[in-house]
């Protein structure tokens, strides 16, 4: 199962866009790259995946490279209440249950 | 309300006491899953179902059982044998066991003394 590989901790500015990066690059041609962000002490909250085209929802866009080996989570105007979290992951079609979380990156939204 | 739901939030148990976490969800998934988290660190996976009365192991399941005999539940039973049980417990369930977005529950802090 492909692993991927975040930095541990980003900083962004209240109002700018947050632009976090994953690495995957053991990726299989069935994996889907799915992005989750926790806040402390709660359950984690879905907000985005794609398979190979780029996608953007009410949330953030999801930009994916040409060869699906990384990837780029965008928060276009962040707030102080997108301080949380993030996990990157893969995750089959075919084997749903082997999803890894990672330790994720710690983004902290600053005033 | 339509949702995924853990209880109790907080836990306390003394150690070599079995102890069971309740998981329910009323949004008609197939799959449900059970994670663990410790201080710090990211999910891992001790069990998952992807249909009733069957599951499997994830990559921890050591010292941990589940049973799936009605769709909307998925408890897990933290044993004796699971030699630190202490952490935060995240149920989570989805449409089918294919890539479809898994909705978590708030979670149980279980603290074994």
């Known amino acids: 199962d492909a692993k991927t590989t975040q930095p541990t901790s980003m900083d962004c500015a209240e109002g700018r866009a947050a632009n976090l990066p994953c690495n995957h690059s053991?990726?299989?041609?069935?994996?889907?790259v799915y992005w989750y962000r926790q806040i402390h002490s709660q359950g984690p909250q879905y907000i985005i995946h794609?398979?190979?085209n780029n996608e953007t929802n009410e949330m953030a866009s999801l930009i994916i490279t040409e060869d699906r080996k990384s990837s780029t989570l965008i928060l276009p105007h962040a707030t102080l209440r997108d301080t949380a979290v993030y996990y990157c992951i893969v995750r089959s079609n075919t084997n749903a249950g082997k999803s890894t979380f990672g330790d994720g990156t710690t983004l902290t939204v600053k005033p | 309300d339509g949702g995924i739901t853990q209880s109790p939030k907080y836990l306390f148990r003394k150690e070599g006491q079995n102890v069971t976490l309740s998981c329910e969800q009323n949004l008609n998934h197939d799959a449900m899953y059970w994670y663990r988290q410790d201080p710090g660190q990211g999910l891992r996976l001790i069990y998952y179902?992807?249909?009733?009365?069957?599951?499997q192991k994830g990559d921890i399941a050591e010292g941990y059982s589940v049973s799936r005999e009605k769709k909307e539940s998925f408890p897990l039973t933290v044993t004796s044998a699971q030699k630190n049980p202490t952490a935060f417990y995240l149920c989570?369930?989805?449409?089918?066991?294919?890539?479809?977005?898994?909705?978590f529950g708030p979670g149980t802090r279980l603290t074994v003394l």
């Open positions: 989570a369930s989805s449409y089918s066991g294919g890539p479809d977005t898994q909705y």
């Open positions: 053991t990726i299989s041609g069935n994996e889907y």
């Open positions: 794609g398979l190979k």
């Open positions: 179902s992807q249909i009733v009365n069957d599951f």
